[in-house]
């Protein structure tokens, strides 16, 4: 449920009185923000309100959210500007998310897991490069092409980040970790393997052994490559426990594809926009998905992020809908 707080009426009225990133930023408003689902909705899991670009702006860039447009990064990263960015206490000025994890955890009272988050390394410099969306990525993927070692310098130091952003995110009371590899699309499987599957296993590595010299309990880890249905088998591969399916991969194909690992967790993958589709059709595509994939080692959700239009009331659909499946 990315994005999730935005097609909620009261997430909208938050807004009106509060810049996005003063609530990422207040530990009492995200944990606020975060709650307003679970209030509403007989939901299974929390994910605590933040945002991938978090990460660009501890590193000293300037990150906007603009109505209507999205997240603007005024000035993008150039080749040379690499030295430039902070990351010395970055971790430290990203402390507020923890202490919106941890206030969050004790507002839940044990009703339901709480999910920390994390942008991966590919999809954070294709916003630091592009400075926002982007409809090809060009600028960044020109970095892959033409500025490779840069890119790979990059890559690494926001991987390092990453690591330490992850396990503090784990130290404050995360009990899932999910790594939002959004613009996976972009990249083919060549570039998929050169650009972001090292740094993706050296994530879930690194966070697993920086979690044990800490004497904390593993934490499981989702992994949500969107697009990349043509490197799910390779994504098996990597160590997370769970692997996030979006909308346009095929149940059957997915659980095929990594059906390398018998252990693996698949979650996913209905439709955002089969969210517009009356009660009755609503119910049958999600019963549909369920069996698709199987009721064991499966964890139900949208293939993508809702839209601010969806149906608040088609969204209790959804949710009682999975509920009534019969196991
Ligand atoms: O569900 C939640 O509310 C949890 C918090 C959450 C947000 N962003 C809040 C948010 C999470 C998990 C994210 C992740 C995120 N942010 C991703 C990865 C998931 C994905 O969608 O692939 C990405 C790529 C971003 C960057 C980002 N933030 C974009 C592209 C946008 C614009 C989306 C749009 O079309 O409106 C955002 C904005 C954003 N992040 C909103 C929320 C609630 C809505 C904007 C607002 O309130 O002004």
């Given at each position: 449920?990315?994005?999730?707080?935005?097609?909620?009426?009261e997430?909208?009225d938050?807004r009106?009185?509060?810049?996005?990133?003063?609530?990422?930023q207040?530990?009492?408003?995200?944990?606020?923000?975060?709650?307003?689902?679970?209030?509403?909705?007989d939901?299974?899991?929390?994910i605590?309100?933040?945002?991938?670009?978090?990460?660009?702006?501890?590193?000293?860039?300037?990150?906007?959210?603009e109505?209507?447009?999205?997240?603007?990064?005024p000035?993008?990263?150039?080749?040379?500007?690499?030295?430039?960015?902070?990351?010395?206490?970055?971790?430290?000025?990203?402390?507020?998310?923890?202490?919106?994890?941890?206030?969050t955890?004790?507002?839940?009272?044990?009703?339901v897991?709480?999910?920390?988050?994390?942008?991966?390394?590919?999809t954070?410099?294709?916003?630091?490069i592009?400075?926002?969306?982007?409809?090809t990525?060009?600028?960044?993927?020109?970095?892959l092409?033409?500025?490779s070692?840069?890119?790979?310098?990059?890559?690494?130091?926001?991987?390092?980040?990453?690591?330490?952003?992850?396990?503090m995110?784990?130290?404050?009371?995360?009990?899932?970790?999910?790594?939002?590899?959004?613009?996976?699309?972009?990249?083919?499987r060549?570039?998929?393997?050169?650009?972001?599957?090292?740094?993706?296993?050296r994530?879930?590595?690194?966070?697993?052994?920086?979690?044990?010299d800490?004497?904390?309990?593993?934490?499981?880890?989702v992994?949500?490559?969107?697009?990349?249905?043509?490197?799910?088998?390779?994504?098996?591969?990597?160590?997370?426990?769970?692997?996030?399916?979006?909308?346009?991969?095929?149940?059957?194909e997915?659980?095929?594809?990594?059906?390398?690992?018998?252990?693996?967790v698949?979650?996913?993958?209905?439709?955002?926009?089969?969210?517009?589709?009356?009660?009755?059709?609503?119910?049958?595509?999600?019963?549909?998905?369920i069996?698709?994939?199987?009721?064991?080692?499966?964890?139900?959700n949208?293939?993508?992020?809702?839209?601010?239009?969806?149906?608040?009331?088609?969204?209790?659909v959804?949710?009682?809908?999975v509920?009534?499946?019969p196991?």
């Amino acid at each position: 449920m990315r994005q999730a707080g935005r097609y909620l009426p009261e997430f909208q009225d938050f807004r009106k009185k509060h810049d996005f990133f003063k609530i990422c930023q207040s530990p009492s408003l995200a944990c606020e923000v975060t709650l307003l689902p679970i209030r509403r909705y007989d939901l299974d899991a929390a994910i605590i309100f933040s945002d991938i670009l978090v990460i660009p702006q501890a590193l000293g860039m300037e990150v906007k959210m603009e109505p209507g447009l999205g997240p603007v990064l005024p000035h993008p990263l150039t080749v040379d500007g690499i030295p430039d960015l902070k990351v010395d206490g970055a971790i430290q000025r990203l402390k507020y998310v923890g202490e919106a994890i941890t206030l969050t955890r004790h507002k839940l009272e044990g009703k339901v897991p709480l999910f920390g988050f994390s942008g991966a390394p590919w999809t954070l410099m294709g916003y630091m490069i592009e400075g926002g969306g982007s409809k090809t990525l060009s600028k960044a993927k020109k970095w892959l092409y033409a500025h490779s070692k840069e890119s790979h310098q990059l890559l690494e130091l926001l991987t390092d980040v990453i690591i330490d952003y992850l396990v503090m995110q784990g130290e404050a009371g995360a009990q899932i970790l999910q790594v939002f590899d959004s613009s996976a699309e972009y990249l083919n499987r060549g570039l998929y393997r050169e650009f972001a599957l090292p740094y993706l296993k050296r994530i879930r590595e690194q966070v697993r052994l920086k979690l044990a010299d800490k004497n904390l309990e593993n934490i499981p880890m989702v992994l949500f490559a969107k697009g990349a249905g043509f490197s799910l088998r390779d994504q098996a591969q990597l160590g997370y426990e769970v692997l996030g399916i979006d909308w346009t991969t095929d149940p059957a194909e997915a659980r095929e594809a990594v059906s390398c690992n018998k252990n693996i967790v698949l979650q996913g993958n209905l439709d955002p926009c089969a969210l517009y589709a009356p009660p009755a059709a609503l119910k049958n595509y999600t019963n549909t998905m369920i069996k698709q994939f199987g009721t064991k080692n499966y964890i139900v959700n949208l293939g993508h992020g809702i839209y601010p239009d969806a149906n608040v009331d088609n969204v209790e659909v959804f949710v009682n809908a999975v509920h009534e499946y019969p196991i």
